[in-house]
């Protein structure tokens, strides 16, 4: 069981819009920094957001983060069938004194 | 460019070591923490532990306290993962990656730890 709640898989079909929610709590989420992940199948992931909302150099904008309270969520607009792969979110937990992941989700584009 | 090299995968029995290593390049490796995840057979990512830029701070993950320990070499810009006591538990793909700006900015290949007997 994850301390970072995600939904196990979404889908949606080219040129639309998906979110990913992240859950947590107020020793992770809600007083830290969120990043999220993209890991296409056989390889090593990827970082997409991090300090809940900044892309790193080369990542397009239709990738986008945002953190409200507890809760952090990932949208990727325009969707492509490169897209396809699994997504999560981490942060460090100030409880635990440890980092810590989501589930993942599994993004499919129909 | 950044890249990161992880080594030292491979068959353990249960209870047996292992000592992972990764050589980083590309950028001033003594200037950033770093850390070690890793994701057993089709699961999701778990992070291990992490170690601040002089070594002077590690954090581990429960599952790992007193069986792992993280430790780098900063004259050989490399990172290790000593790894004791070895459980079935314990078999998967081990990524070291970089840390900067609150988030793992790069990750090596992965090296994949199997512990069966």
């Known amino acids: 069981q994850s301390v970072l709640t995600q939904p196990p898989s979404v889908s949606a079909a080219p040129g639309q819009k998906v979110t990913i929610s992240c859950s947590g709590s107020?020793?992770?989420?809600?007083?830290?920094?969120v990043s999220w992940f993209q890991q296409l199948p056989g390889t090593a992931p990827k970082l997409l957001i991090y300090d809940n909302y900044k892309r790193p150099s080369g990542i397009p904008d239709r990738f986008s983060g945002s953190k409200s309270g507890t809760s952090a969520t990932l949208g990727i607009t325009g969707l492509q069938t490169g897209d396809e792969a699994d997504y999560y979110c981490g942060v460090w937990d100030s409880s635990l004194s440890a980092g810590v992941f989501g589930g993942g989700t599994k993004l499919t584009v129909l | 460019e950044v890249q990161l090299v992880e080594s030292g995968g491979g068959l353990v029995q249960p209870g047996g070591s292992l000592r992972l290593s990764c050589a980083a390049s590309g950028y001033t490796f003594r200037n950033y923490w770093m850390s070690w995840v890793r994701q057993a057979p089709g699961k999701g990512l778990e992070w291990v532990a992490n170690?601040?830029?002089?070594?002077?701070?590690?954090y581990y993950v429960d599952s790992v306290k007193g069986r792992f320990t993280i430790s780098r070499d900063n004259a050989k810009n490399s990172l290790y993962l000593q790894m004791n006591s070895l459980r079935a538990e314990d078999t998967a793909v081990y990524y070291c990656?970089?840390?900067?700006?609150?988030?793992?900015?790069?990750w090596g290949q992965g090296t994949l730890v199997t512990v069966s007997s």
């Open positions: 170690i601040k830029e002089d070594g002077s701070e590690k």
């Open positions: 107020s020793s992770n989420i809600g007083n830290n920094y």
């Open positions: 990656a970089r840390d900067h700006d609150h988030a793992s900015d790069h």
